[in-house]
């Protein structure tokens, strides 16, 4: 499939979408419950689709001032080096261009091989300044 028979949604999936494009993507699940209260979140988001089946999304999230992330790029692996992962940072990163104030902290956690992708887009390894880190709240 060629890039020009995609078709980019500038819109939230359903969760039903999301959840299905996670799990294609090999990424972790989340409960119907989450996916319901972080979709309803979002600052910006997009969904690809081709033959009328989605095969990508992206969103960002974040308080909508200082700090905006990055977040659920997922792309399913029939569909991956065919230009969607770009489809979807182009979209994301113009509405950062235009809603994003100057001093505003714009970030993303870059799995696998991932940042190579990202790194076209102008992200840089914030390492060894700052690494990301995480709070394993459901082993409390």
Not at 24 to 45: D, I, K, N, P, W
Not at 46 to 62: T, Y
């Amino acid at each position: 499939m060629r890039a020009s028979e995609y078709i980019c949604h500038l819109h939230v999936p359903s969760v039903t979408t999301y959840r299905y494009l996670r799990a294609s993507a090999g990424m972790t699940q989340r409960s119907v419950e989450a996916a319901t209260v972080g979709l309803a979140a979002s600052l910006f988001a997009v969904e690809v689709r081709a033959d009328d089946a989605p095969v990508g999304m992206g969103r960002v999230i974040g308080d909508g001032g200082c700090f905006f992330q990055v977040s659920d790029i997922a792309v399913i692996p029939a569909h991956r080096r065919r230009g969607v992962g770009r489809m979807i940072m182009d979209r994301i990163t113009t509405y950062l261009r235009k809603h994003a104030p100057a001093d505003a902290y714009i970030s993303l956690i870059a799995d696998g091989d991932s940042h190579h992708l990202y790194r076209r887009y102008g992200f840089v390894d914030t390492a060894p300044h700052s690494i990301g880190m995480k709070w394993p709240h459901a082993a409390r």
